[in-house]
Nanobody, 121 residues
Framework: QVQLVESGGGLVQPGGSLRLSCAAS????????MGWYRQAPGKQRELVAT???????NYADSVKGRFTISRDNAKNTVYLQMNSLKPEDTAVYYC???????????????WGQGTQVAVSS
């Protein structure tokens, strides 16, 4: 019943900015960590950023200082503000959420469908 819906992907020029959103909906009891991964063609999926329920963040070295992850707990939504974008940031970006659907279940990771980000002149 849980679904993560991403939005905000698109084409942007190098040095530009883009803001990704991912909203979780359905049967949700509690969300712990949320995060963003990305996968470029022919490459392995890599961690971009994570954020805990308390707001602690973690970033891949490649995006530190350029990307900012945030969340709106009231909306069950995680955001990724991407600034100073580079061509190497081009990838499909996936959001995830570690959540419990009820107080009787373990935390389970759910994934969004992915949104394409293309950085090109």
């Amino acid at each position: 019943q849980v679904q993560l819906v991403e939005s905000g992907g698109g084409l942007v020029q190098p040095g530009g900015s883009l803001r990704l959103s991912c909203a979780a909906s359905g049967r949700i009891f509690r969300i712990n960590a949320m995060g963003w991964y990305r996968q470029a063609p022919g490459k392995q999926r890599e961690l971009v950023a994570t954020i805990t329920s308390g707001g602690s963040t973690n970033y891949a070295d490649s995006v530190k200082g350029r990307f900012t992850i945030s969340r709106d707990n009231a909306k069950n939504t995680v955001y990724l503000q991407m600034n100073s974008l580079k061509p190497e940031d081009t990838a499909v970006y996936y959001c995830n959420a570690d959540l419990r659907s009820s107080e009787y279940t373990y935390y389970t990771r759910y994934w969004g469908q992915g949104t394409q980000v293309a950085v090109s002149s």
